[in-house]
């Protein structure tokens, strides 16, 4: 199948959760300035998302095949063990707010920008995440993305885009030399059907991470996904 754009969700701030984010009590001097930026962002916002489900067609120890493409990681191939199709994506906060907040002047409106940006972008996940239950019934799902993982490191973004295709024409979003997504605010990966629940951090030794969603298990990798 071609690779389909998700571009016609609504974009709206929730004011009191922004508020929390950034710290700014009921009352306070910037309530009003921020009420503008908000305007102005829910205006101006575009978020987008674009996925394009594949079937696999081949697998080694270490590697998976999928819509011609090659993934290298034995983590990916063990997840996919019974899985026979798989759905590429990427959401972003868009490139319109990334030029709206370019153009702030004041610090502490660049910062407020950011963390807009950010709410941009989970809201194009999860209207993507929306959107792939409803078109596939997808029950249970998993979600792994290059540079994760030591197993699955960031230049697997480049098998990753050749999948998804003219990234830059359908959602403005660019892979620079290093793998880095521009707007920065981007996120990509892959979606699978699972039986087993399964989270990147389970398998990342980080001390300190804001972003972790469940607790390193020191032995999985041993377990689930050392080579016979
Ligand atoms: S713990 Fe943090 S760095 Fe490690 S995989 Fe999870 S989100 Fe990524």
């Known amino acids: ?72 990681s034995r983590v990916l191939r063990v997840n996919l063990a019974s899985s026979y199709r798989i759905f590429a994506y990427l959401a972003t906060c868009g490139t319109e707010l990334e030029v709206w907040a370019a153009s702030l002047e004041d610090l502490l409106h660049q910062y407020w920008a950011n963390v807009m940006m950010e709410m941009a972008l989970r809201s194009a996940f999860s209207a993507l995440r929306d959107h792939l239950v409803d078109r596939w019934n997808l029950a249970r799902t998993a979600t792994m993305s290059p540079g994760s993982l030591d197993d699955w490191p960031l230049p697997q973004q480049r098998p990753l885009f050749t999948l998804l295709g003219n990234t830059e024409t359908s959602v403005g979003v660019r892979l620079t030399d290093s793998y880095l997504m521009l707007p920065i605010k981007s996120v990509s990966g892959i979606r699978f059907p699972t039986e087993e629940s399964f989270e990147s951090c389970q398998l990342c030794p980080r001390p300190v991470c804001p972003g972790r969603r469940a607790p390193y298990d020191a032995t999985l990798y041993e377990r689930k996904y050392r080579l016979g």
């Open 1 to 72: 199948m071609d690779a389909v754009v998700l571009d016609q969700f609504p974009f709206q701030i929730d004011f009191g959760h922004l508020q929390q984010r950034l710290r700014i009590k009921e009352g306070s001097e910037h309530i009003g300035e921020l009420k503008d930026l908000v305007a102005q962002a829910e205006t101006v916002g575009r978020p987008k998302a674009l996925y394009k489900m594949v079937f696999v067609e081949d697998k080694g120890d270490d590697y998976v095949v999928a819509g011609s493409v090659i993934f290298t």
